[in-house]
């Protein structure tokens, strides 16, 4: 049949009712999912993996963030999977917890309760510090860089932007990974005492409550307990610490702007801390000794410097070991005792620092500063944390840090219960204890091994899409109020294109290399804070209740 309609030289034949499409047009469609599906299903992608390289003097701190932040996660899962009351006690502890079913005295004997190894199962309060040393370290480097070279201009529009996005940058993620626990408790998919409501608009009102009490800026230096604590997320009670240490290092700054002389600077830096420290303000003398490590690198000319021979290295090792060992140690508790480490109690400052966790939050702070200190000194500990595998983590941790928790009641609560019922176990993973043989100990740590092969990937893989849908987001979006009221809103907008291009086509840390180079007026090292905002806390945690 042909068509009479068409002009002689367009006809062709014609079947009612079948349509014919171009076969190119498929072919091109089909060209064209076939890229998006192939670009999509990559590791890069899916699970953000490899890590870009990077050629940073500061790229090692990403690592070691990663890490601190993945070692928050093995506490807070070993403090589920196994008894809670008991999980910190070290080697050798006499079990003091009441039991109906003992009737003798029981000594946790665990091997991974042996000094040094205790640290990968039980030192979630010692990287506290370390993330709160780091925050004070990476917002400080950027400005002391600036005022060393006399770059007093770049120095103000860094301060200005990093003080007015901050608020923003740490609560806005918060806010997000709070509302969908707002959701799972409306739901009932978790139980959160005192906030389940009878309407969803009562229980969303209830959430908005709660973020205007969690994030109130003006409620600056917190007593600590429920007054820093999210009713929705209380793994969150470190980032209020985290703004308040955050506002102390960029007024330190500002005061110390006028400072010329090294020393004269280095003098002023030192009463910050050791002030806080006579007071007992725990994070805000973290905070202040990250500002002091950071006037010190920067003086010395960089991390490379500081490798000064064979005695250097070996007592920068020893005091690695040292932090390491102190970063184990348990808090006094009704119920176990602390063979090893009791008698810190006897030279731990007797004022306030005891009514902090029983005085261990004094050798918890010790801690983080030795480990980051030697880390400093150490080159084979910075290439270690410059590996991929610890850079990934650093650029996932925030959101590691914030949904971890979530992926462990979620799905660790019902992988725990198949894999008990199958390899007899009740409600812990090391229950009956006084079967005490070697058996009972390999079970355990079979069953342990297998909730962290299985939970850790998929707390990692949820960690990265919350950084891709929340935190990289949240960046942009900071950054373009800041630029929006600075720069004008036409001026900002286009800029903002540019940015969410780069976000578009590159990672965390390429995104924040090419906005450095894009605004050359901000901080060269402020965006990298804005990347990782628990370096700036964790794990503010961080970012004990860690």
């Known amino acids: 049949m042909i068509r009479e309609d068409l002009p002689s030289h367009q006809h062709q034949a014609y079947a009612p009712g079948r349509f014919a499409a171009p076969s190119g047009a498929f072919r091109n469609a089909g060209a064209g999912l076939w890229k998006f599906l192939s670009h999509a299903c990559t590791a890069k ?38 008894p809670a009351w008991t999980y910190e006690a070290p080697f050798g502890a006499l079990d003091l917890a009441p039991s109906e079913e003992q009737s003798e005295k029981i000594y946790l004997m665990d091997f991974w309760r042996l000094p040094i190894l205790r640290f990968w199962m039980a030192s979630g309060h010692t990287q506290v510090s370390v993330f709160f040393v780091l925050s004070g370290f990476v917002l400080s480097w950027g400005p002391l860089s600036a005022l060393r070279k006399g770059e007093m201009e770049k120095f103000s529009r860094s301060l200005g932007s990093a ?34 409501r009878m309407s969803f608009f009562a229980q969303v009102w209830d959430y908005l409550k709660a973020n205007a009490r969690f994030a109130n800026p003006f409620h600056i230096n917190r007593s600590g307990g429920w007054d820093t604590v999210h009713r929705y997320d209380w793994t969150m009670w470190t980032i ?19 400072i010329r002389s090294y020393r004269k600077r280095t003098a002023v830096l030192c009463a910050v801390a050791v002030s806080a420290l006579i007071m007992v303000e ?57 063979p090893g480490y009791e008698w810190l109690s006897t030279i731990t400052p007797d004022n306030d620092w005891k009514t902090i966790e029983e005085g261990a939050r004094f050798w918890w702070c010790w801690a983080g500063i030795f480990i980051v200190l030697s880390a400093s000194h150490l080159p084979t500990v910075r290439n270690f944390f410059e590996l991929s595998l610890m850079r990934y983590m650093g650029r996932i941790s925030y959101m590691l840090y914030l949904t971890h928790r979530i992926v462990l009641n979620l799905v660790g609560d019902p992988v725990a219960k198949v894999i008990y019922k199958l390899l007899g176990r009740k409600d812990f993973l090391n229950d009956t204890p ?35 849908l929340v935190d990289a987001p ?18 900002a907008q286009d800029e ?29 090292s402020d965006s990298h804070a804005e990347e990782a905002p628990l370096l700036a806390g964790d794990t503010g945690v961080i970012r004990s209740n860690v």
Request: glycine residues 8%; proline residues 3%.
């Open 45 to 82: 992608v899916l699970v953000g993996w490899p890590p870009e390289k990077s050629t940073r003097e500061t790229a090692w701190l990403d690592g070691l963030r990663g890490v601190a932040a993945f070692l928050v996660m093995i506490y807070h899962l070993g403090l589920k999977f196994y």
């Open 282 to 338: 725990w994070n805000f003398w973290l905070f202040a000794t990250g500002m002091l490590l950071s006037n010190y690198v920067i003086n010395m000319g960089g991390f490379k410097e500081l490798n000064k021979g064979r005695v250097s290295y070996i007592l920068w090792s020893i005091i690695m070991l040292v932090g390491m060992l102190l970063g184990g140690l348990p808090s006094r508790s009704k119920y176990f005792t602390r």
């Open 163 to 196: 003080v007015f996005r901050r608020w923003m940058r740490l609560y806005i993620p918060c806010f997000a990974i709070a509302f969908t626990e707002c959701l799972q408790a409306y739901f009932g998919l978790i139980k959160i005492g005192g906030v389940e």
């Open 434 to 468: 006084s079967d005490n043989h070697v058996g009972h100990a390999l079970m355990s740590t079979l069953i342990y091994v297998i909730l962290v092969t299985v939970l850790v990937p998929l707390t990692c893989l949820v960690a990265h899409w919350c950084e891709v």
């Open 496 to 524: 903002e294109k540019e940015m969410v291009s780069i976000g578009l086509s590159t990672s965390a840390e390429e995104r924040a290399q090419e906005i450095e180079e894009r605004f050359a007026s901000q901080d060269d």
């Open 240 to 258: 209020p610490y985290e703004f308040a240490g955050s506002m102390l290092v960029f007024l330190t700054l500002l005061a110390v702007s006028r």
């Open 474 to 491: 949240s960046t942009r979006f900071a950054r373009w109020v800041d630029d929006w009221f600075t720069k004008g809103g036409a001026e």
